[in-house]
């Protein structure tokens, strides 16, 4: 069974840039969430996809955004990038649902903004 | 919102000792509590969880205990092994829909390091 895919795996832009971050979930998952890790904040949740609709999300600024898609994949999108923004992004599958169910991260991807 | 402690942040053992690493949650609500290890380059691994209905659970070297009622739990390392070794993330979520959704409130983590 695949894991969860993340694409790509490193990035480099310019502050300004807008970037797009794709997430492929295990087969069967339906939940897709997103977090980010950074040495000074850890792993802070961004948001969370189920069935196409977005259900919780975290605390950060509306330029990061995310959707997903009929077959589960996902993707997060940020705006006007900052220097702050530097940081490893993973997506995490689970089953979904209301009980709360194993999540599997993937690699991640690691973002720089220079 | 959840606040989740963890202690220690870094942890150094000999080869076949023991390590434990204990986390305190703040949110009374939470009832699924992962243990996540993190190897340099890799996304978190799950290597085992607690539901809030249980009070200790093992698998081979690792074990989780959860104490619901001081709002902590721990994870057991016994007979470490030096591939072992990376960070450890606890983790405490609950299934109470809205504001809960895929959501996972992580601790700040331990860098375990067994040396041969």
């Given at each position: ?61 509306g330029r990061f955004s995310g959707r997903q898609f009929s077959n589960s994949r996902s993707e997060m999108n940020v ?12 997506c995490a599958s689970s089953l979904g649902g209301r009980m709360n169910t194993e999540a599997f991260f993937g690699q ?7 | ?116």
């Amino acid at each position: 069974k695949a894991g969860v895919t993340q694409t790509p795996r490193y990035l480099i832009k310019t502050r300004g840039q807008q970037v797009t971050l794709s997430c492929s979930p295990i087969s069967g998952h339906r939940s897709v969430s997103w977090y980010q890790q950074t040495p000074g904040q850890g792993l802070q949740f961004l948001f969370e996809y189920f069935s196409e609709t977005q259900r919780n999300k975290g605390n950060f600024p509306g330029r990061f955004s995310g959707r997903q898609f009929s077959n589960s994949r996902s993707e997060m999108n940020v705006s006007t990038l900052e220097l702050g923004d530097s940081a490893l992004y993973l997506c995490a599958s689970s089953l979904g649902g209301r009980m709360n169910t194993e999540a599997f991260f993937g690699q991640g991807t690691r973002l720089t903004v220079v | 919102g959840e606040n989740v402690e963890q202690h220690p942040s870094t942890l150094s053992v000999q080869e076949g000792d023991s390590a434990v690493i204990k986390c305190t949650y703040s949110d009374s609500a939470s009832n699924y509590f992962p243990w996540y290890k993190q190897e340099l380059g890799k996304g978190p691994q799950l290597i085992i969880d607690i539901r809030s209905n249980v009070g200790e659970k093992k698998d081979q070297r690792i074990a989780v205990t959860l104490n619901k009622t001081a709002k902590h739990f721990s994870l057991h390392i016994t007979e470490t092994q030096p591939e072992d070794s990376a960070v450890y993330f606890c983790a405490a979520s609950s299934n109470a829909g809205g504001t809960s959704y895929g959501k996972l409130t992580f601790g700040q983590g331990t860098i375990l390091t067994v040396h041969p």
